[in-house]
């Protein structure tokens, strides 16, 4: 069987692939050594920054096959008819480690599904947890500076990740299920994944539905104590996830959604908006709406997985934001972080490119004039090409806005109408952490009181006192517990 032929980047043929250009056998190289300095210069380059945050991740392709038409809720195109499969790229992650992190790192998971539907890419920017942190964005980065390796001695640092939790009462939710036995996920397969934020569908009748998403794994949920992850290899879940598909053992979780009017918003208990808290399953059912399967590995690590680019700004007709303010800012944010990692036209790279006509009038920076995929009949269009580059233009074949196909998004009626700064020092952050705590086992309470223990026992008694009196107001007991193995 003949061979292709090596190349340059520029497609000209190489001769020689094994020696450079010298002057004389044991001579200094010249300077016309252009394809050496090719190689040279191009592999100076081949890293791009590591995400701040989920820098360690694994992903694959699959499918999302729709089983209940949701006409009702939302125009969303890929959400109307039964039977419905719409492509998926879903990435998972660690979020605090960097690229050199461990898979089984006691941290939270990202769990970012990207939907390319044939108007546009939808991204579900998620983890495998229903809560976070925190529910202002202004805080972000120095949750994040907490959680990092302490500046001068570049290790893991317990002090700095107390002493945040001990001043902003808003963690201890999802600070109970990072300590919990959920805190270590067995692998990507056996865990969930939650859109956490609250995010929106419209119908064609202009009505507003407030949604949160929800991906049962139905592989079922696996876990790891502290001691079980001892001699794993730091990639075994990427490990795990790699060679299931390959074998055909695909994973699958069942897509499910929970539902809120904005009459019920207005009058709920709970802020629904606030990324702290759940809606209690009671008020709120789940409604299963399909199914979520992963069955094909990417080609290249670096081309696909390494440069998706998830955003929750990725919206389409039908799908929106909702006023949690931490999806507010993420909704700058992330498109921002890509433009930085991967380029101002990140979305042309292939794994990011949807799947349908894009049109814009976006011009030049690194990377321009890729092609972009055309739709189902496999053919790309040109995003820059020579036509116009403005808008309004007199080219009729160019594009303009068009609503006739799909009702418009609702207005959001703004609760209050000061733009303030707003003190949340007074909000309840304690009754669903406790009520979290009320539900585990006696082995469930015992492995998060020893979790919490094993680095708050780091931390000055200013911390420790702190965070106790803090774990108190969930739970009594909890904070007892806590206090006695602390002491």
């Given at each position: 069987m003949s061979k292709t032929t090596l190349t340059s980047s520029a497609g000209a043929p190489v001769i020689d692939d094994n020696n450079s250009i010298s002057a004389g056998e044991r001579g200094p190289l010249t300077f016309d050594n252009h394809y050496l300095f090719e190689k040279l210069a191009h592999f100076n380059r081949e890293r791009i920054p590591e995400r701040v945050v989920h820098a360690r991740g694994s992903g694959a392709y699959g499918t999302f096959t729709l089983s209940k038409a949701m006409g009702d809720y939302t125009i969303a195109n890929f959400l109307q008819e039964v039977g419905e499969?719409?492509?998926?790229?879903?990435?998972f992650s660690t979020v605090g480690g960097g690229q050199d992190s461990s898979d089984y790192a006691r941290d939270p998971r990202g769990f970012a599904v990207k939907f390319y539907t044939q108007q546009g890419?939808?991204?579900?920017?998620?983890?495998?947890?229903?809560?976070?942190?925190?529910?202002?964005?202004?805080?972000?980065?120095?949750f994040i500076h907490s959680q990092k390796k302490n500046p001068r001695t570049n290790l893991p640092d317990p002090q700095a990740i107390y002493e945040f939790w001990a001043n902003h009462p808003q963690s201890l939710h999802q600070m109970t299920i990072l300590m919990s036995d959920r805190g270590i996920p067995a692998s990507y397969r056996h865990m969930h994944g939650f859109s956490s934020h609250t995010l929106s569908f419209w119908n064609d009748k202009g009505e507003r539905y407030w949604v949160k998403w929800h991906f049962k794994s139905n592989q079922g949920i696996k876990t790891l104590r502290e001691k079980e992850t001892e001699g794993l290899p730091a990639f075994g879940a990427q490990q795990d996830l790699v060679e299931s598909i390959d074998k055909g053992d695909f994973p699958s979780w069942t897509v499910k959604v929970q539902i809120m009017t904005e009459e019920q918003a207005q009058s709920y208990h709970i802020n629904p908006f606030d990324l702290t808290k759940i809606w209690p399953h009671a008020d709120f059912p789940l409604m299963e709406i399909g199914q979520l399967e992963l069955n094909r590995n990417v080609d290249n690590y670096f081309a696909e997985t390494e440069q998706a680019a998830f955003a929750p700004s990725n919206l389409v007709p039908g799908v929106g934001a909702s006023p949690d303010k931490m999806l507010q800012a993420r909704l700058l944010a992330y498109q921002d972080a890509h433009r930085y990692r991967v380029g101002v036209n990140h979305n042309q790279v292939p794994v990011n490119r949807p799947r349908c006509p894009v049109n814009h009038y976006q011009r030049d920076g690194a990377m321009a004039g890729c092609p972009m995929s055309g739709g189902s009949s496999g053919q790309a269009n040109w995003v820059q090409g020579s036509g116009a580059n403005f808008y309004p233009n007199d080219r009729a074949a160019q594009g303009a806005p068009d609503v006739s196909n799909h009702t418009p998004e609702p207005p959001l009626a703004l609760a209050g109408s000061a733009a303030k700064r707003y003190d949340q020092s007074d909000a309840d952050y304690y009754s669903q952490a406790g009520d979290l705590y009320r539900l585990m086992s006696e082995d469930q309470k015992n492995q998060l009181v020893n979790n919490i223990a094993g680095g708050l026992s780091q931390a000055d008694s200013s911390v420790q006192a702190r965070m106790v009196a803090l774990i108190s107001q969930c739970d009594a007991d909890y904070g007892q517990r806590v206090q006695a193995a602390i002491a």
């Open positions: 499969q719409t492509e998926v790229f879903v990435r890419n939808f991204d579900v920017v998620g983890n495998n947890t229903p809560v976070f942190f925190l529910n202002d964005p202004i805080k972000f980065p120095d």
